[in-house]
C-alpha cells in the first residue's frame, strides 16, 4: 500500500524513521513515499501544510493524516477535496507536556517566581512575601484532550478549576468572571477566532492573568495588550500566535507584562504520533470507517 508524505515545515527524516518504525511494529505493509512532485498512486496521504498539487495528483487517496493535533492551518489552505476525511493526532503525547507547560506559568504567577530572578535583577530577600494561602481559580477554555489534561493537572495541585468549551452550555462571560487564571486551549474555528477580545477581557477579575496554549487567532492581539496596559490583566504568558514565527517587531516580544515562548509548550512526538497514525490506518484497512476513528476531523466544527 502507497502512502505519501508532505512533512512540511517539519522533519522528513524524522517522521520518515518514526513511521517505518510504527508500521513495522503495527504490521502494517506501507511503501512510505515523500511527495516529490509527481503522484505515486497512495492511498493514503500523511502531512503537514502539504502542497496543493499532492492533492490534484493523488487521486487514489482514501484519507489524509494531519501531523498535528490542530487542523486549522490545513483547513485554511483549503486544499483537502471534501470528499477525503481527515484524521488528526489526539493527545498523541502532546497532552502531558501542555499540562506541564500551564502548570509551570501557574506556579510561576502564584509564587510570584520572576521576582527572584538570577542577579542583578532579581530579589535578594529571604523574608520576600510568602505566596498567598488562597489558591487562583483557573480557567480552561476547551474540554478536549489537552483541556481535559490541563484540568486535570492543576485539580491534582489543588486548584479550583473549571473547564469551558462551546458546546458545555456555561455562558462565557459568567465563566470568565470566576476565573483568577484563564488558560486558553482551544482549536482554531469558526467560532473561537478572536473569541477573546476587549469584551471577553473585561469580564474577568480585575489583575487576572491569561496563558495561550491553544490558538494564537483565538485572542484579539491589540485588546490583550489594552488589558495589560489599562493594569485590568496583570500577565500574559503566550505560547502561540496569530502569524508564526510571532513577526520581530511585533509588541508582544518587547511587552513587560507578556511572556513569549515560540510554541514550544508541547512539540509533536514523533514515536507515539507515528504509532497512533499506524493504528488508525490498520482500522481503515480492515473495514472501519473513518468518522469512527477518534481523531476524525468534523470539517464543519473545525476540529
Ligand atoms: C499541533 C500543534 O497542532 O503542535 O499539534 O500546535
Known sequence: ????????????????????????????????????????GARYAIVWLPPAELFAAETQLRAVFNLGAGVDALLARNVVPPRLPIIR????????????????AIARITRGLDRFAPPPRGLRDWNASRPRDELPRVGVLGTGAMGSAILEAVARFGYPAAGWSRRGGVQLDAFLARTDILVDALPLTGETRDLLDRRAFAQLPRGAHVINVGRGATIVDEDLLAALDEGRLTSATLDVFRVEPLPAGHPFWSHPKITVTPHLAAPTPYGPAAVQIAEALKQLERGVEARDLPGHVDRSAGY
Open 1 to 40: 500500500m502507497k502512502i505519501v508524505l508532505a512533512t512540511g515545515t517539519m522533519s522528513a527524516q524524522g517522521w520518515r524513521d518514526a513511521l517505518a518504525r510504527a508500521f513495522a511494529a503495527a504490521g502494517v505493509d506501507a511503501d512510505l513515499r515523500p511527495w516529490e512532485g509527481h503522484p505515486a
Open 89 to 104: 493526532l489526539v493527545d498523541a503525547g502532546m497532552a502531558p507536556r501542555i499540562a506541564e507547560y500551564v502548570c509551570f
